[in-house]
């Protein structure tokens, strides 16, 4: 039975270090950035808007049809009126929650909430 011997060279000791280097860069971007409050994400046919989940605000959103009426009151977001003929968008109602989004396809306008999710558990996780 022979016995070899693993040799550790310089350049590899770098490359590990620097592996570990941004692994941690990428949690710490990861846990520690996404505390911050919740932010709304509208976009536009051109442009796109952002505002903290707790502001106050009604946008008009232009679009291809015409203009979409977005409000933003007491951490939640709706769109109020939009010129698509199904108003599926109007009809989905208030989101409040991280990950929950409203889309108005004909008018090319999509609503999100990013940021932190709840620290409780969900029915999947559970």
């Known amino acids: 039975m022979t016995r070899s011997r693993v040799r550790i060279r310089a350049l590899d000791a ?8 941004l692994i941690g860069l990428v949690s710490v971007q990861t846990y520690v950035r996404g505390r911050g409050v919740p932010e709304i994400t509208i976009s536009g046919h051109r442009d796109q ?10 946008v008009s959103v232009p679009g291809p049809l015409g203009e979409t009426v977005v409000v933003i009151r007491d951490g939640s977001v709706r ?6 003929p199904e108003k599926i968008c109007v009809k989905s ?13 004909p008018n090319r ?6 940021g ?4 409780q558990p969900d029915a999947i996780s559970q």
């Open 14 to 21: 770098l490359i590990f270090l620097l592996a570990l280097l």
């Open 49 to 58: 808007w952002v505002y903290p989940l707790d502001s106050e605000a009604t």
């Open 79 to 84: 769109v109020l009126s939009s010129p698509c």
């Open 93 to 105: 109602g208030w989101i409040s929650k991280p990950g929950q989004w409203i889309a108005c396809l």
């Open 109 to 114: 306008v999509f609503i999100a909430i990013r």
């Open 116 to 119: 932190r999710r709840s620290e």
